[in-house]
T-cell receptor, first 113, second 116 residues
Framework: SQQGEEDPQALSIQEGENATMNCSYK?????LQWYRQNSGRGLVHLIL?????REKHSGRLRVTLDTSKKSSSLLITASRAADTASYFC?????????????FGAGTRLAVHP | EAGVAQSPRYKIIEKRQSVAFWCNPI?????LYWYQQILGQGPKLLIQ????????DSQLPKDRFSAERLKGVDSTLKIQPAKLEDSAVYLC??????????????FGPGTRLTVL
C-alpha cells in the first residue's frame, strides 16, 4: 500500500479562498515533496521539504512538516481557477542506497471562478 | 531544455495483446523511472533504472511486464500479454539524482492505456 495518505480526497472552493491539503505517512523519511497534476498530464514538482525543516514557502505555496506526527500540509493561498488540479504528496526515503518516492492517492482540487 | 518525452500518448488494445511504451528522459539524467497510475490513484513505481542498470523492480509484475534501458538513455516498457487491470496511465520520469542528494523527478505526459 502507498505510504502517503492525503486528506481530503476532493476539495471544492471559490477563487480567492485558501486551499489546505494534508498528507500523513508511516515511516521515517528523508524528505517530502508535493506534485501537481493537471488532467491528462504528467506530474509537476512544486516544492520539497527536508526532514529537518518545519516550514517552506514558494510563491503562494506554504508547506509544513511535522515529523513527530508524520504529517505534512500544503496551503495554496488566494487560489485561482488555474490551480484546479490534483495534488500529490510523495514521501522520500532511502532504500538500497537510493531515494525512493512513494506517492499518496492525491487531493483533487477544484477552484471555481 | 526539452522535457521527458513519451510515446504513444494513447493506446487501445484487446486483452492478451502486447503493447510497448517508449520514453526519452531529459538529457543527462541518469535515473529513469516507470510508474503506473490507475484512475483516481497516485503513481506506483514499477521500475527504476540508474544508467542502464535496474535499481528497483520489486513492484514490476515480471510475468507480463518487462523494461529495458540498453544504452542508458531511452527506455521501453512492454506488457505481454495485457490484462484488463493494466488499463492505466504509464508515466516516465527522470532525475539527475546523486546518491545522498534530493530527488526531484521530472515527468513526461504519460501514455494512457485502455485494455478492452
Amino acid at each position: 500500500s502507498q505510504q502517503g495518505e492525503e486528506d481530503p480526497q476532493a476539495l471544492s472552493i471559490q477563487e480567492g479562498e485558501n486551499a489546505t491539503m494534508n498528507c500523513s505517512y508511516k515511516t521515517s523519511i528523508n524528505n517530502l515533496q508535493w506534485y501537481r497534476q493537471n488532467s491528462g498530464r504528467g506530474l509537476v514538482h512544486l516544492i520539497l521539504i527536508r526532514s529537518n525543516e518545519r516550514e517552506k514557502h514558494s510563491g503562494r505555496l506554504r508547506v509544513t512538516l511535522d515529523t513527530s506526527k508524520k504529517s505534512s500540509s500544503l496551503l495554496i493561498t488566494a487560489s485561482r481557477a488555474a490551480d484546479t488540479a490534483s495534488y500529490f504528496c510523495a514521501t522520500v526515503f532511502i532504500s538500497g542506497g537510493y531515494n525512493k518516492l512513494i506517492f499518496g492517492a492525491g487531493t483533487r482540487l477544484a477552484v471555481h471562478p | 531544455e526539452a522535457g521527458v518525452a513519451q510515446s504513444p500518448r494513447y493506446k487501445i488494445i484487446e486483452k492478451r495483446q502486447s503493447v510497448a511504451f517508449w520514453c526519452n528522459p531529459i538529457s543527462g539524467h541518469a535515473t529513469l523511472y516507470w510508474y503506473q497510475q490507475i484512475l483516481g490513484q497516485g503513481p506506483k513505481l514499477l521500475i527504476q533504472f540508474q544508467n542502464n542498470g535496474v535499481v528497483d523492480d520489486s513492484q514490476l509484475p515480471k510475468d507480463r511486464f518487462s523494461a529495458e534501458r540498453l544504452k542508458g538513455v531511452d527506455s521501453t516498457l512492454k506488457i505481454q500479454p495485457a490484462k484488463l487491470e493494466d488499463s492505466a496511465v504509464y508515466l516516465c520520469a527522470s532525475t539527475n539524482y546523486l546518491k545522498g542528494g534530493t530527488d526531484t523527478q521530472y515527468f513526461g505526459p504519460g501514455t494512457r492505456l485502455t485494455v478492452l
